[in-house]
């Protein structure tokens, strides 16, 4: 009789657990988890949206004091692993991944593989932040009052990319997560030393969206410290016509005469 009480009183805590169990599991599934800095500033650009496109493109005009260094038509995969330029005066840049290939015009222009990355990677940056090789301190503060903005610093894995020595401080609109502006280092052709000692920064303005996702159709070009964040405004860029297209990997052919750079 003894055995037989223990027994049903086993079974009965066996019902009882099984039955609770799914609760149990629920409250765990349930309980939120914190974004991160990049996350917030991917869905607040609308990241998984854009992945299910295949290529953007997009006119961008872009002037440093007061001289016009770039005047071209941008495709570029959502991915960002192959681009092509058309610059206004019809030369033409492509790029596959790490290679570039120019038009003959283009061979001895020291400047192409800059214009290559440069303004694709600011059109693209929303998307990039989580890239392989992305290291990120969320923890960082600027010494400059930012009570309008959320910060981060972005910086990189050894040879990751053409420049891993570069850094990138994010500034975030606080309540909407967008993009505000981007502190950042250019090291390509310069040691890092250098670099730091110019920073500048770009500002994103004017979204637009874009089959429901929000691009910033006008850039300025800002010098920045981190004492006093921005100053002296110093170049700007208007991004015109943008726009999704399809079948671009299908229509990608580089010409055979072009130049591998």
């Not at 991917?42 to 299910?52: G, V």
């Not at 019809?90 to 038009?103: A, H, M, P, R």
């Amino acid at each position: 009789m003894k055995k037989t009480i223990i027994t049903v009183f086993a079974s009965l805590l066996l019902v009882v657990s099984c039955k609770k169990a799914p609760e149990v599991k629920k409250q765990i599934e349930e309980k939120p988890v914190e974004k991160t800095f990049a996350q917030k500033i991917e869905i607040a650009h609308e990241k998984d949206t854009f992945l299910t496109k295949e290529a953007v493109q997009f006119d961008a005009v872009i002037e440093f004091g007061g001289n016009e260094i770039f005047d071209a038509t941008v495709t570029v995969s959502t991915t960002s692993d192959i681009a092509k330029i058309t610059y206004k005066n019809g030369d033409e840049i492509y790029v596959n991944k790490e290679n570039i290939f120019v038009s003959p015009s283009l061979k001895d222009n020291p400047g192409v593989r800059f214009h290559a990355y440069t303004w694709s990677y600011f059109f693209l940056y929303p998307y990039k932040l989580s890239d392989q090789g992305t290291k990120w301190n969320n923890d960082f503060k600027t010494k400059e009052a930012t009570q309008n903005f959320d910060t981060a610093k972005l910086t990189f894995e050894a040879n990751i990319g053409d420049a891993p020595d570069d850094w990138y401080i994010v500034y975030t609109n606080k309540k909407t997560h967008l993009l505000e502006h981007v502190a950042y280092i250019v090291t390509s052709g310069k040691t890092k030393a250098a670099a730091e000692a110019d920073p500048h920064a770009i500002k994103y303005e004017d979204y637009k969206l874009i089959d429901g996702i929000p691009f910033a159709s006008n850039w300025g070009y800002y010098e920045w410290t981190l004492d006093n964040g921005l100053s002296k405004k110093i170049g700007s860029a208007k991004i015109t016509n943008i726009h999704f297209v399809e079948g671009f990997r299908k229509d990608f052919a580089i010409p055979e005469n072009y130049i591998k750079k």
